[in-house]
Each structure stands twice: as C-alpha cells, then as structure tokens.
C-alpha cells in the first residue's frame, strides 16, 4: 500500500534555476497527485561571494518569492522557506524538522569529482530519513 504523503521539500538552487527547474516542476506534479503541501526551501550561504548583500536571507527569500510568482504551483498549497548554511545539511534538517515525506531535488550527472567529494544529491539520500526522489539535468 502506498505511503500517505503530506508533505513535499523540493530544495531549489536559485543560481541554476534560469536553466533547468525540472525538479521543481516534477515536485508540482507530484504534489498535485497525492494531494500534498509543497516546501520549497533554497540555503543561503554562510558567507555571500557578493559582498553588496548584506542579509542574505532576505536577498535569497526576495529570489525565491520572485521565482515562485514567475512560475505558480497551480493547484498545489505552497510554502518558502530560507535557510543558512551548508545546503546538504541544512536541507536535511529541515527534512527532520518539519518530518517530510518525500525530498524532490535535482542532480546534475556525475563526474569523476563527484566521486571524489560527493554530492549534496548524494549526501541527502545518504542522511535523510525519508525517500528522496532525484530528477536528473
């Protein structure tokens, strides 16, 4: 029998989404199958490569509310969180904390670097406690 699902985390990369948001719109969908709410979360680093932004949860929550209005989850309960830190980490915890039941990220195929160092794809099916659902670009 198939698990109830409540609650989608679809973590966005705002740096890459210009070029591919294939696992956002894969999370949209599933969201509207099973009925679920829809999370999506983006990290802002710890310290910003841009030294002009001064918060940067507020500079990455403005980012993430713009995309959002520029693609709309029709038919699907939506929240946007931000967090700080290392995003592996952070996009497990917030997993844990809010007990999602399903992760819905992208993953660029593997290179010999990946290997080497890991991913944070990797990481997060590794750590989370449950199912994590790749969508490869």
């Keep these: 029998m198939p698990r109830d ?5 679809c ?3 705002l740096r890459h989404l210009k070029t591919d948001y294939s696992a956002y719109e894969e999370a949209i969908a599933m969201a509207k199958r099973r009925g679920a709410k829809l999370l999506v979360a983006t990290v802002a680093p710890e310290m910003e490569r841009n030294l002009n932004i001064r918060d940067s949860e507020a500079f990455w929550g ?4 713009s995309f959002l209005q520029t693609h709309p989850a029709e038919g699907v309960e939506l929240e ?3 967090r700080k830190g290392a995003v592996h980490r952070q996009i497990v915890k ?3 904390e809010r007990n999602v039941d399903v992760i819905v990220m992208e993953s ?14 990797s990481h997060v099916v590794t750590h989370a ?4 659902y790749v969508v490869r670009s």
Aim: hydrophobic share 45%.
């Design 5 to 9: 699902t409540k609650l989608i985390l």
């Design 11 to 13: 973590p966005v990369n």
């Design 62 to 65: 403005e980012q993430l509310q």
């Design 80 to 82: 946007a969180v931000v």
């Design 94 to 96: 917030l997993a844990d």
């Design 108 to 121: 660029a195929n593997p290179k010999v670097q990946d290997y080497l160092l890991g991913t944070t794809a």
């Design 129 to 132: 406690k449950c199912s994590v």
